[in-house]
């Protein structure tokens, strides 16, 4: 799986995005998909997660309430729709595909995901 974002941008504070992510590659709807951010000198960490399905969906404390993630299986697609975005949330976006199998789950770890995207990134001025 081979994974493309996009979206990113310089948006004021209060601002939107949507951010999306192209997989390509065979058995989409095979995967759980995940969004994370890295800012400049800390690590990557979790924002958002959607089962294989879509059914289940999971995001990080930082983000509840403002951030949707979404997937659309038959365009091959994830979707983050960034809402009211702060300065701190200014960071490179990734987003990851893990191998769901059978199951209806939507990882939170890195090590749970096996292919990621090059990264889109997101810069939000107050």
């Known amino acids: 799986v081979q994974l493309q974002a996009s979206g990113g941008g310089l948006v004021q504070a209060g601002g939107s995005l949507r951010l999306s992510c192209a997989a390509s590659g065979r058995a989409f709807n095979l995967y759980f998909m995940g969004w994370f951010r890295q800012a400049p000198g800390k690590e990557r960490d979790f924002v958002a997660a959607?089962?294989?399905?879509?059914?289940?969906?999971d995001y990080g404390d930082s983000v509840k309430g403002r951030f949707t993630i979404s997937r659309d299986n038959a365009k091959n697609t994830v979707y983050l729709q960034v809402n009211n975005l702060k300065p701190e949330d200014t960071a490179v976006y990734y987003c990851a595909a893990g191998y769901a199998g059978n199951y209806g789950y939507a990882g939170r770890r890195r090590d749970e995901y096996r292919y990621w995207g090059q990264g889109t990134l997101v810069t939000v001025s107050s």
């Open positions: 959607i089962s294989k399905s879509g059914e289940s969906t």
